[in-house]
């Protein structure tokens, strides 16, 4: 049930673009993509609802193909703040519980 | 402004002693209520989650229980601790709707 994240980790220099995916075995109602600095509590940074949306925040970005049950999380221009854990997590029926991915590391370097 | 409140921030027990950790919210009502864990290193496991007083559902089995004797009050508690119990508690509330979930600061709990 949890959904799958890939990559695991991935290193940027300042100014590069990164794609973090998230996949689910189950049709999902929705998508939620959080980041967390280390030590921190994670950060809502946006929802995406069945329906094939697409939402922006920034320069953050994302995408939901309920037909394929993934979701893309688009990191364009990245910046030195947009350093850490990715997590993507997905509701299969409205209302209760997100579960969470593994989460997918970032590190962006000057 | 709704906040949310969760104590204490870090936490170092031995094996076998009882465990009571409190998360509460305030400036919002009827809020969903979750207890996620975080292994050093991994995801989010979502362990309980509250839709009202007295409802608890569990997602893992396990050595702890979850407990809302109020409607913005979520406690997680352990009879006896296991090494296997420390890690990253992270008490979160929800809307209805789940549109956002809203995290609280964590506990580091250390088991010894």
């Known amino acids: 049930q949890q959904p799958v994240q890939s990559p695991q980790a991935v290193i940027l220099r300042e100014g590069e673009d990164a794609v973090i995916n998230c996949s689910s075995s189950?049709?999902?109602?929705?998508v939620h993509w959080y980041r967390q600095k280390h030590g921190e509590a994670p950060v809502f940074l946006m929802i995406?609802?069945?329906?094939?949306e697409q939402k922006g925040h920034e320069k953050i970005s994302a995408s939901f193909n309920e037909k394929k049950q993934q979701s893309s999380l688009y990191l364009t221009a990245s910046q030195l703040s947009y350093s850490g854990t990715y997590f993507c997590g997905t509701e299969i029926t409205g209302g209760f519980k997100t579960i969470f991915g593994a989460g997918t590391r970032l590190f962006v370097k000057a | 402004s709704q906040t949310i409140h969760q104590w204490p921030a870090t936490l170092v027990q031995p094996v076998g002693s009882p465990l009571s950790l409190e998360c509460t919210v305030e400036g919002t009502s009827n809020p969903n209520l979750y207890w996620y864990r975080q292994a050093a290193g991994r995801g989010l496991q979502l362990l309980f989650y509250s839709v009202g007083i007295g409802q608890i559902s569990s997602e893992v089995p396990q050595n702890l229980s979850a407990s809302r004797p109020q409607d913005r009050q979520f406690i997680l508690s352990s009879k006896k601790l296991l090494l296997s119990d420390s890690g990253f508690y992270l008490c979160?509330?929800?809307?209805?709707?789940?549109?956002?979930?809203?995290f609280g600061q964590g506990t580091r709990l250390t088991v010894v």
């Open positions: 995406l609802l069945k329906g094939g």
């Open positions: 189950k049709a999902l109602y929705s």
């Open positions: 979160a509330w929800s809307s209805r709707a789940n549109t956002e979930a809203f």
